[in-house]
């Protein structure tokens, strides 16, 4: 079946580098229902899979020319499937690493710099203001109004650690501000 | 399948443009292969060969390792050509290939080395054959990532250390031919281990403009 696949695939693959679209239209969907399947087994978000399946198409589209028509179709396409699903994960992995950092971070700093701060919100308003409006109401929420980080988050729909981890990028924005 | 992949297929298929399709590994290589040829060739005007050259090619050992140095250039130029495919062109073991010849080259200098005795005089100059092999480096390394850039390589890495590696040995024979030195350290400390050197900064290199 695999090899039926394969070959369905090359000949419409050859027939689209000849330059007919709709051979080309017919073998990106193949490859689209044959690379899904692989994706699930290594992905759970239906929306992930979905993002990384256009990635996919689309690379495939751009090395086209590394494709003559005569080897098979499948490892070539799924290699560039490979490539691209490890560096989906490699991103997704250094994203919930930085993050695991931040909210470290920021449990150290909301403990101390936040609440025992030297200057007073009423000092550094105008600076707050300038911030990215998340970050800003964050920040009038916590320092403005007093309310502590879980009560912002049960406020604004946020998680607790998302509000310290915003409320701590703030924090480092004004100190380089408050710095200069 | 959602309607966001099928408007994509639909836009790829429609915006698709006639491409023209990569040349094979082996004619890639040929390619460069041949502008080396002609690299050399040409540098053979500025660095004549050393004067006792027809003496030395009858010297089994000079001729093992100038022969061995070509095996390296040859071997590792196809590997680069190979990994610049997404599917390595279905031969995998091409890029595999430099293995035996490097080891060989290594073999060959680690002989080299046990025969000279008593060892041949020092040249007095030191790095400035290291100078001369990254200015020959330069041209062939800079034709060899460009090719490869054409190309969709998903061992970015691997691909411009390898590349480096079959540019430096350009350099490295260029030397070896022109140099009249036989002294096996200063051959191995100025003119050898630096090809190591020129393969890490292929991985860098490669990481910078192979990536795609």
């Not at chain 1, 992995?93 to 007073?120: C, K, M, Q």
């Not at chain 2, 480096?137 to 390589?153: D, E, F, H, V």
Request: glycine share 4%; hydrophobic share 45%; with cysteine.
């Amino acid at each position: 079946m695999q090899a039926g696949t394969d070959n369905i695939l090359k000949e419409l693959m050859r027939q689209a580098l000849a330059g007919d679209k709709r051979a080309y239209a017919a073998a990106l969907s193949g490859t689209a229902r044959m690379l899904r399947p692989y994706l699930c087994k290594r992905l759970s978000n239906r929306n992930e899979i979905e993002d990384l399946l256009q990635e996919i198409l689309i690379s495939i589209h751009k090395a086209r020319h590394t494709y003559d028509g005569q080897r098979p179709y499948t490892p070539w396409a799924f290699a560039i499937a490979r490539y691209r699903l490890h560096d989906h994960l490699r991103a997704h992995y250094a994203d919930h690493l930085r993050f695991a950092g931040e909210l470290s971070e920021a449990d150290n700093i909301s403990a101390t710099d936040v609440t025992e701060s030297a200057l007073s919100y009423e000092s550094i308003k105008e600076e707050v203001q300038k911030l990215p409006e998340k970050q800003a109401r964050i920040l009038h929420l916590i320092h403005g109004d007093g309310y502590t980080a879980k009560e912002v988050a049960s406020k604004i729909g946020m998680k607790e650690s998302a509000v310290k981890v915003a409320a701590h990028r703030a924090y480092k924005i004004l100190k380089k501000k408050l710095a200069e | 399948m959602t309607d966001n992949t099928e408007n994509l297929i639909a836009t790829l298929a429609n915006t698709m443009e006639p491409v023209t399709r990569a040349a094979p590994p082996l004619v890639l290589f040929l390619k460069w292969f041949c502008c080396a040829l002609i690299y050399l060739a040409l540098l053979t005007f500025i660095w004549p060969p050393r004067p006792d050259i027809a003496l030395k090619l009858h010297s089994p050992l000079y001729l093992a390792e100038v022969v061995a140095l070509i095996m390296v250039m040859i071997s590792s130029g196809l590997s680069a050509t190979a990994l610049s495919f997404p599917d390595l062109h279905q031969k995998r073991w091409l890029v595999f290939a430099p293995v035996i010849p490097i080891l060989l080259f290594v073999t060959v200098l680690a002989i080299e080395w046990l025969a000279d005795n008593p060892p041949a005089p020092a040249p007095v100059h030191s790095f400035e054959c290291l100078q001369c092999i990254i200015l020959l480096t330069i041209l062939p390394a800079a034709g060899m990532l460009y090719m490869l850039r054409k190309q969709a390589s998903i061992h970015y890495y691997l691909a411009g250390g390898i590349a480096l590696i079959a540019a430096s040995s350009v350099g490295c024979l260029t030397l070896r031919i022109a140099e009249n030195t036989d002294c096996i350290y200063h051959l191995i400390t100025w003119h050898y281990l630096p090809m190591i050197g020129f393969g890490i900064i292929g991985i860098w290199l490669g990481r910078k403009f192979l990536k795609w």
